[in-house]
T-cell receptor
Framework: NAGVTQTPKFRVLKTGQSMTLLCAQD?????MYWYRQDPGMGLRLIHY???????AKGEVPDGYNVSRLKKQNFLLGLESAAPSQTSVYFC?????????FGPGTRLTVT | AQKVTQAQTEISVVEKEDVTLDCVYE???????LFWYKQPPSGELVFLIR????DEQNEISGRYSWNFQKSTSSFNFTITASQVVDSAVYFC????WGTGNQFYFGTGTSLTVIP
């Protein structure tokens, strides 16, 4: 039981490049979330999903897209990366209101 | 408007002192959940406690205790006899039943315990 895993752990992108962050959970959870963490800002919700095939916008969705084609995976895409998207990204899934977080992805956009 | 406010940005205490981390929340829902998470220097997020809006009993877990007061919309966290291993950033969070289980996090309190 791996819990929540995130791929990759680190990434450096140049402005304008695209990439996809993968979140996978093996706990059969319905709800999954993507957050970004910036210094002094706490965690802010980007997008979330309440089940396979459904997604919704969170607090800071601009510049990101998501997909939940399989229940266990939640993908976060950056189509054209900007320096403002330099952050640590956390994925989470929940069961009975307890969130399980992945280890995070540190993304730098130069 | 910030739904979860952690007014203390940084706190330093000497080992064995008690310390209280404040959390004030804002919601119109009658059903909601409150959480505390710990983020040590290694970066992972560790779940500490969950409280639902219908349960105002205070909780104690070892050196940790939580005081939930709906009258003041506060969910404060106290560490008794602090230890160096308690040094971390602590986040308070709110989940509202009526918003599709969205979570709102405070900006965190960085606690440093000095040996």
């Amino acid at each position: 039981n791996a819990g929540v895993t995130q791929t990759p752990k680190f990434r450096v992108l140049k402005t304008g490049q695209s990439m996809t962050l993968l979140c996978a959970q093996d706990m059969n959870h319905e709800y999954m979330y993507w957050y970004r963490q910036d210094p002094g800002m706490g965690l802010r919700l980007i997008h979330y999903s309440v089940g396979e095939g459904t997604t919704a916008k969170g607090e800071v969705p601009d510049g990101y897209n998501v997909s939940r084609l399989k229940k266990q995976n939640f993908l976060l895409g950056l189509e054209s990366a900007a320096p403002s998207q330099t952050s640590v990204y956390f994925c989470a899934s929940i069961m009975t209101y307890e969130q399980y977080f992945g280890p995070g992805t540190r993304l730098t956009v130069t | 408007a910030q739904k979860v406010t952690q007014a203390q940005t940084e706190i330093s205490v000497v080992e064995k002192e008690d310390v209280t981390l404040d959390c004030v929340y804002e919601t119109r829902d009658t059903t909601y959940y409150l959480f505390w998470y710990k983020q040590p220097p290694s970066g992972e997020l560790v779940f500490l406690i969950r409280r639902n809006s219908f349960d105002e009993q205070n909780e104690i877990s070892g050196r940790y205790s939580w005081n939930f007061q709906k009258s003041t919309s506060s969910f404060n966290f106290t560490i008794t006899a602090s230890q160096v291993v308690d040094s971390a950033v602590y986040f308070c969070a709110l989940s509202e039943w009526g918003t599709g289980n969205q979570f709102y996090f405070g900006t965190g309190t960085s606690l440093t315990v000095i040996p």
